[in-house]
């Protein structure tokens, strides 16, 4: 889905790329800005920061612009975008999932174990979401409980 996809405002445009349309480093930080410029938005409205649907709806949006500029190598751009949706959403696992997972492939192997451990003490009961969303990552926290 995200090799042909390019960003476009809060949206992703499938199948845009060709000789004319391509993804830039200038597209990418325009993508960037657009996610920095809602973020602050959000953050500073009562009614928004009031509703858990819109903060993590938002969240997941950014996770996807975020995705979308791993998929295409603009790794310092989706580092922050990871984070952004972090600040939206503290508990969402898939932005904690991604930037961990782009931490390792960045040899930030620590920094991505401690993420997660931070994660997981903070929100124990997304530690299942989190390891169903990255199985072969090392996800350390407390057990989780054996419910029945």
């Known amino acids: 889905m995200y090799a042909d996809a390019l960003p476009l405002g809060p949206l992703m445009e499938l199948d845009a790329r060709d000789e004319q ?5 200038d597209r990418a930080e325009e993508s960037l800005d657009y996610w920095r410029t809602k973020t602050q938005q959000i953050l500073s409205d009562f009614e928004a920061t009031g509703s ?5 709806s938002y ?3 950014t996770v996807s ?4 500029l791993a998929a295409h ?5 989706a580092e922050t975008a990871y984070r952004l949706s972090s ?3 503290p508990g969402n696992p898939e932005s904690i999932n991604g930037l ?4 390792s492939g960045d040899g930030r192997q620590n920094e991505a174990q401690q993420l997660i451990a931070s994660f997981i003490e903070k929100y124990p009961d997304q530690q299942k979401a989190l390891a169903q969303l990255n199985p072969g990552m090392t996800i350390t926290g407390p057990p989780l409980p054996n419910r029945h």
């Open 100 to 103: 961990a997972t782009l931490l």
């Open 21 to 25: 349309n391509s993804f830039t480093s």
């Open 73 to 77: 190598n603009f790794l310092s751009e």
């Open 52 to 56: 858990d649907a819109a903060l993590k």
């Open 65 to 68: 612009a975020a995705n979308l």
């Open 87 to 89: 600040q939206l959403w």
């Open 59 to 61: 969240s997941h949006a």
